[in-house]
């Protein structure tokens, strides 16, 4: 009787995990919330229509105080032995809270930013799902309980994903819009609108690159499951679950879940070489498949599956040897009293006002301060240049706005103009001088991984502002240089854009939480990634724990290398954080078990 009591209270504390980890991913539903004063003046309109963060924030949140309740208990029955793992969380913990203390925007530190809500709470309780997952979870059942329920959601996931890549979205359907909208908002569903095109997945986890790092980690997760399996019926369940997932993450076309992807890959052949030579034949037959998989979406999409793979080893080449990695590039913006300095890779253009009729009277001078008279008004109303040296510029004159249109290729920016000179229009159509932003690396590469390296590089100085302490959780967006005008220009093609996240994990902890915090989180991965090489390489597979403990470890690599492009999210982050503890755990029980 007591042993029955211990199982069914063994698999009753891991409820919450499961809950967490099983539906967080799945949930998407309406909330509209009225924004701070601050916030709305980085944001579009003053409030927040969220579909895919918030209500996945406050499930989390309520599932791990639940959690905590059953990890307190833990506690207080037996001493915990700690790991030196956790002195890396701690510190990391530590840095989540006196960042929080000291931020300026303490409600967004707390709450988090428009669309991610990935405040205090939500980081701290990351570190309680690992901290669980090691010390809640001791037997084969519990997880397998927490597996196979992670891969019924995975599949789930993957499908609404499959199927919008295949123009059946259905979110988009009548059911799926009233689905996901409160009864006092249903009157929207039919004037609902949707910002993917063609054959792109986000399913429930709100990006395509979302998707790509969530799906880079249980594609691995769930090809150690494939290998693991001796009985033929099991071998087609999991190589269904596997095709489900890599027919996913390939229809992401997220470049950071290739990268996550394919590192892992490599990783898992370096620890399982002997299994995967010894089972090559269902290895050979699953690989198959998953080529025409990839083959067919390749054809749906008409090329774009393997283009943009191929597109980012080209991007990469022109990266590493220097090249000029912009068609059109504008170098510099000087605006003052009466003049205007466009200049471009291509021209360089002078506007100047009669500063006793700036409303109407602008002239026109080239690079070599000859003024330009051939100009010629089109159909479309802009005003052309005549000269084949300015054949990318076109040009609008507002008389109502008193404003000036000038248009570089695809590249627009209004200049407003009034008695102090040239302003350039940009978030919230505010008038704003042109200023020059601090940047580190990345000249001339700047469009690296979609103008990732734009980012990075003007990302990359806010770092020696917070060598100790962070800014605060997610207030990464108040600190970036939205000023960055000309920046914005060359990545963007417009100067109204707002960036609010870093798209890479590191750099977001670097910025958010601090300098000390990245070190000690590099150092925890670190330290996991040195273990469990040392445990699985060359390691005979015998068991369950063997081969699960390789699948955390290839699962944890693939969201560790996609971080370097991608940020955390709270739809996919609770997911990794869950694995990274079980990993650490696995890693302990497998070298108890070595040590005999």
Request: hydrophobic share 45%; proline share 2%.
């Amino acid at each position: 009787m007591l042993k029955i009591k211990q199982y069914n209270y063994n698999i009753i504390k891991i409820i919450p995990i499961f809950m967490i980890i099983v539906f967080t991913p799945l949930i998407v539903f309406l909330k509209k919330r009225t924004l701070s004063e601050v916030t709305s003046l980085y944001w579009v309109e003053s409030y927040n229509l969220d579909f895919f963060s918030y209500y996945k924030m406050v499930w989390l949140l309520s599932w791990t105080l639940i959690l905590l309740f059953f990890f307190w208990r833990e506690a207080r029955k037996k001493k915990l032995k700690s790991r030196v793992q956790f002195i890396f969380l701690a510190v990391y913990l530590i840095m989540i809270i006196l960042s929080t203390i000291f931020s300026d925007f303490q409600y967004v530190s707390q709450i988090g930013f428009p669309d991610r809500y990935e405040g205090m709470p939500v980081l701290i309780s990351y570190l309680i799902i690992m901290l669980a997952s090691y010390f809640l979870i001791n037997s084969k059942k519990q997880l397998e309980i927490l597996i196979n329920g992670l891969f019924v959601s995975t599949s789930i996931i993957a499908l609404i994903g499959i199927y919008q890549f295949f123009g059946y979205d259905f979110f988009r359907s009548i059911i799926g819009r009233n689905l996901v909208l409160p009864d006092q908002m249903t009157q929207l569903a039919e004037s609902m609108t949707f910002n993917f095109g063609e054959n792109i997945i986000y399913s429930t986890l709100y990006n395509p690159n979302y998707v790509g790092s969530y799906f880079s980690m249980l594609l691995l997760f769930s090809l150690v499951y494939y290998i693991m399996q001796e009985k033929r019926e099991k071998q087609f369940l999991y190589g269904f679950v596997v095709s489900l997932i890599f027919a996913a993450w390939i229809g992401s076309m997220s470049r950071a879940g290739m990268v996550g992807g394919l590192f892992a890959f490599l990783f898992l052949l370096i620890i399982m070489y002997k299994e995967i030579i010894k089972k090559w034949k269902s290895i050979l037959v699953l690989f198959i498949l998953l080529f025409l998989i990839a083959f067919g979406m390749n054809y749906q999409s008409q090329g774009k599956v393997f283009g943009e793979f191929l597109s980012f080893g080209k991007e990469t080449e022109m990266a590493l040897k220097g090249e000029e990695d912009l068609d059109l590039k504008i170098k510099k913006i000087v605006t003052s009293e009466n003049k205007l300095i466009y200049n471009t890779k291509d021209f360089k253009l002078l506007v100047e006002k009669d500063n006793a009729n700036h409303k109407s009277n602008l002239s026109f001078y080239n690079g070599e301060n000859k003024q330009i008279l051939a100009l010629e008004r089109n159909q479309n109303g802009y005003i052309e240049v005549q000269n084949p040296d300015f054949e990318l510029l076109k040009m609008r004159f507002d008389p109502k706005r008193n404003s000036l249109l000038i248009k570089y290729g695809n590249k627009r920016a209004v200049f407003l103009i009034n008695e102090q000179g040239f302003w350039i229009m940009g978030l919230k159509g505010g008038a704003y001088r042109v200023e020059e932003v601090e940047r580190w690396g990345f000249e001339n590469k700047e469009s690296f991984a979609t103008y990732r390296g734009y980012i990075w590089s003007r990302t990359i100085p806010l770092i020696k502002d917070t060598l100790l302490l962070g800014n605060g959780p997610d207030t990464y967006t108040f600190y970036f240089p939205q000023h960055d005008y000309i920046g914005k220009l060359n990545a963007f093609n417009l100067t109204t854009k707002i960036v609010d996240k870093p798209h890479n994990f590191y750099l977001q902890l670097a910025v958010n939480t601090g300098l000390i915090s990245l070190i000690a989180v590099v150092l925890l991965f670190a330290y996991h990634t040195r273990e469990s090489l040392m445990i699985y390489f060359k390691r005979d597979y015998n068991d369950y724990f063997d081969y699960l403990g390789a699948a955390a470890f290839t699962a944890f690599t693939a969201y560790a290398a996609a971080a370097l492009f991608n940020d955390s999210v709270v739809s996919v982050a609770p997911v990794f954080w869950f694995i990274l503890g079980i990993g650490v755990k696995l890693n302990y029980l497998n070298k108890q078990r070595q040590r005999g």
